[in-house]
């Protein structure tokens, strides 16, 4: 039995965590999220605890941390809040929807989620608080690094090296064996033929 968990963050992608932690038997502490007032339920049941400095108030041995910000492609909010509570101590739960097929020959590191419906194959790994969003595919001997974020429906292929950092748009598609650079973007529903670099946007063509 995992220790109990606390969500940073009470919007939409904290919803869907809340609903994966339920069905994964997760003891869920409460929310932190400054724009609810402390006390107020949310998920039906879930108490605001206050703003994120609330955590402090709570031994980081006795329990685990859940990020529940969304991924967004121009900002690395999810990484500043993930690095101000590792830094303190605290540790981060990797979160898998019981829909995922997770090969177990890959390597899910802590923190990472993993939504319902996607596909992790053989001899993959998953970096530290990364998302594998809803239905999408890390096919194998594919690395994703730290804090990046495969958006719903986009397939990586074979052999792939996504660095830290990435943002994979949703419904992109990044072909066999090539490089994305940290912190590169990939637009949604781009087909990538060729290596990103470092901090590269790419848009299609
Ligand atoms: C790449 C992205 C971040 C750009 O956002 P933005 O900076 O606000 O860009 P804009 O919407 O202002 O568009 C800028 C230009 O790029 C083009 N563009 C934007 N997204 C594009 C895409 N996916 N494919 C092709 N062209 C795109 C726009 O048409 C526009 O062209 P123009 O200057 O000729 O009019 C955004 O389009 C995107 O793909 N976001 C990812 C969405 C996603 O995956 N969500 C998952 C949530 S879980």
Known sequence: MSKPVIILGGGGHAGVLVETLRLTGSK?????????????????????????????????????????LGPSPKENSREVLSKQFTTLGYEFLSVIHPSAYVSPNAIIEAGAQIMAGAVIQNGCSIGFCSVVNTGSIVDHDSNVGDYSHIAP???????????????????????????????????????????????????GT
């Open 28 to 68: 869920i502490v409460g929310i932190t999220d400054p724009s609810f007032q402390k006390g107020t339920l949310l998920y039906d049941d879930i108490p605001v605890l206050g703003s994120d400095e609330s955590i402090k108030e709570y031994d980081p041995s006795k329990l685990l941390l859940v990020n529940g």
């Open 153 to 203: 429906g986009a397939v990586i292929c074979g052999g792939v090296k996504v660095g830290r950092g990435v943002y994979v748009g949703t419904g992109s598609v990044v072909i066999e064996n090539l490089s994305l650079g940290n912190n590169s973007l990939l637009a949604a529903g781009v087909t990538l033929r060729k290596n990103l670099k470092i901090g590269e946007l790419f848009y």
